[in-house]
């Protein structure tokens, strides 16, 4: 662990618990020496960007290199020469969009780290699950957003209905994903026929969803548009604003200072960007706080955001949500009236559990009412699903590929693709055919 | 590399329409994919990405010059494309000139090392005054075409 900050102390002590044997170099004495006294760790002062502290910590042996410290640069020098050490896996925090944008520079690919981690964008894709559909399959997190998952309803005057869905000529960037009827949800395939009433799930990039949403579903049947109010215009609240950048809502994002809102204005031409502090009573007054759908606070201060959380459910917003990093804060949140809390420490760390995994399996949950998994795999060399298409794998009606991540790209796969070591994917599966399906992306020796 | 690498003669406009940065963008990929160099459902997409990467920093490098560019996976190779327009475009360049000349360059994410040559080649060649102003005057895409020709040919001082 490079970094022993808020983040870093909190990851080194959730993976010492998970009994793993964790070290933390910082360069300040004062946290090492804290770290030292409260965790079961052994934590060492010095840069993360020199070798001979990297070689002190035993990087040459470590089984993931974790780049937490506040600066990006030294993140990522020292993440690259940790893996070039030996380290066998290395993941560096980033702050800046730049980083992580590979149009002019692929810094992954230069400095040889295995992911680069924007703790905000992380944040915003939670909180923008949790107001999109919080019951729906969890892919949000997947590609940083750019799958979009809707759940909805087929209505009697949609032509869908009676139809097997190979029927409805659907578009290749979103597919069916999963149909529940009468409390019981399965897997959807080519030869399902949908009845009224119906609950599907459409997965896929967001303008193929949004223009298949009118098969199942008249325009008057839609849900009616929510309100938003973000409070905060840094990274998080921005990318929270460009994940919620469709008719469904209607956005208001408070910011205080002048020149990001010009910026904002014009990232976001449909949000009301407005130059005011959020912690200001009058201020969520007039801007319409109290009459929110979904009020967040993501303002950077964990002070400001409880307290602009709690005005705003005084002033009668129905849901509010707030970005909590101190751990101490967690106990009181709930009592003062914010629904959800969201740290970066959590949303980081089930990122770095899956990194920890042995196999293919980077990440797994299981979808209420059925019997199916939602998958994130990686794929291997000499795996048996990069040997055949995937329409002459044995997946039907089994396992349903939503997703393919490929060179930090991502789109809905059809029925010639073949996949790559390397690709990630997301992928449905039916929990009893789960260690079939996943023996096609173990090693063929194991 | 040389430009004859990755210009697609054929997609050259020499007399942009566009008036935004947004319209300068749209029309050149659009000729792109008119000269049959991309296909017609990726130009959407195409388009967002080039704007994402502009929002990070604008890819005017000032004197009138810009080059959008993004990496997509549709893109089996490199392919990049001409614009010049007349009364210049708005691109929140640094030095806050108007646009002129437009290099927009499309390159698959797996070839990182051919992207880096060809935006080192177009910056390089464009430090030429000449070629610059030669290339603001053009007309037409085959004027225009020549010009990377000669300048493929070393016949322009510091290229």
């Known amino acids: 662990m490079l970094g022993g900050g808020t983040v870093g102390h909190w990851l080194a002590d959730m993976l010492c618990r998970k009994r793993h044997d964790v070290t933390v170099i910082d360069i300040d004495p004062n946290i090492v020496r804290r770290i030292n006294s409260e965790l079961d760790v052994k934590a060492i002062v010095g840069s993360a960007a020199q070798s001979t502290v990297l070689f002190q910590g035993d990087v040459l042996s470590t089984d993931i290199c974790l780049a937490v410290t506040g600066v990006d640069e030294v993140n990522i020098v020292a993440a690259s020469m940790a893996k070039a050490l030996g380290a066998r896996r290395s993941i560096a925090r980033v702050y800046a969009p730049a980083f992580s944008d590979l149009s002019t520079f692929d810094y992954r690919q230069h400095f040889n780290i295995d992911s680069l981690l924007s703790l905000e964008q992380l944040s915003a894709v939670t909180l923008a699950r949790a107001i999109r559909n919080p019951d729906a399959i969890p892919l949000e997190h997947f590609a940083r957003g750019q799958l979009e998952v809707y759940e909805m309803d087929v209505c009697p005057s949609s032509d869908a209905v009676g139809k097997k869905l190979r029927e409805l000529k659907l578009s290749g960037g979103m597919r069916v994903g999963s149909i529940q009827r009468e409390g019981r949800k399965w897997l959807a395939s080519a030869e399902d026929e949908l009845h009224v009433g119906d609950r599907i799930s459409l997965i896929g990039m967001p303008e193929a969803v949004e223009a298949a949403r009118s098969n199942f579903s008249t325009t008057s049947d839609r849900r009616k548009q929510q309100r938003i109010m973000i409070a905060g215009g840094g990274e998080t609240g921005f990318h929270l604003a460009r994940l919620l950048s469709s008719p469904d809502y209607r956005l208001t994002l408070l910011e205080r200072d002048l020149d990001r809102c010009e910026l904002l204005a014009k ?122 298409t995937l329409a002459d794998l044995p997946l039907s009606g089994r396992c349903l590929i939503m997703g393919i991540q490929r060179e930090g790209f991502i789109r809905v796969p059809n029925a010639d693709d073949i996949l790559h070591a390397g690709d990630i994917i997301v992928a449905l599966i039916d929990l009893d055919h789960v260690d079939e399906i996943l023996s096609l992306f173990n090693s063929k020796s194991s | 590399m040389k430009f004859s690498d990755f210009i697609s003669a054929k997609s050259i406009k020499a007399e942009l329409k566009a008036q935004t940065k947004d319209e300068a963008i749209r029309e050149l990929v659009q000729s792109l994919l008119d000269a049959g160099e991309i296909n017609a459902d990726q130009h959407d997409d195409i388009v967002a990405a080039i704007m994402k990467r502009e929002e990070l920093g604008s890819t005017g490098i000032g004197r009138g010059v810009a080059v959008p560019h993004t990496k997509h996976p549709s893109v089996q190779k490199l392919v990049g494309t001409v614009g010049v327009s007349e009364e210049g475009v708005d691109f929140d360049s640094l030095d806050g000139e108007r646009v002129q000349l437009f290099f927009l360059l499309i390159s698959p994410p797996e070839r990182p090392g051919d992207h880096l040559r060809a935006l080192e080649n177009i910056s390089r060649q464009l430090r030429d005054e000449t070629f610059c102003r030669f290339l603001k005057q053009s007309k037409s895409g085959p004027d225009i075409s020549q010009l990377l020709q000669e300048a493929d040919d070393n016949q322009f001082a510091s290229g």
């Open chain 1, 267 to 388: 990232l976001l031409p449909d949000a009301t960007i407005v130059h005011a502090n959020a912690n200001r009573r009058s201020v969520l007054e007039d801007e319409g706080g109290g009459t929110a759908d979904f009020f967040v606070a993501c303002t950077g201060s964990d002070e400001s955001n409880i307290m602009a959380g709690v005005e705003a459910r005084e002033l009668g917003a129905s849901r509010v949500m707030a970005v909590v990093e101190r751990p101490d804060y967690a106990n009181v949140v709930g009592k003062l009236g914010i629904d959800r809390v969201v740290s970066e420490r959590e949303v980081v760390a089930r990122q770095i559990l899956g990194f920890l995994n042995e196999g293919a399996v980077i990440s797994q949950t299981r979808l209420p009412n059925g019997k199916i998994g939602v998958y994130e795999l990686e794929v291997s060399d000499r795996t048996k699903v990069t040997c055949a």
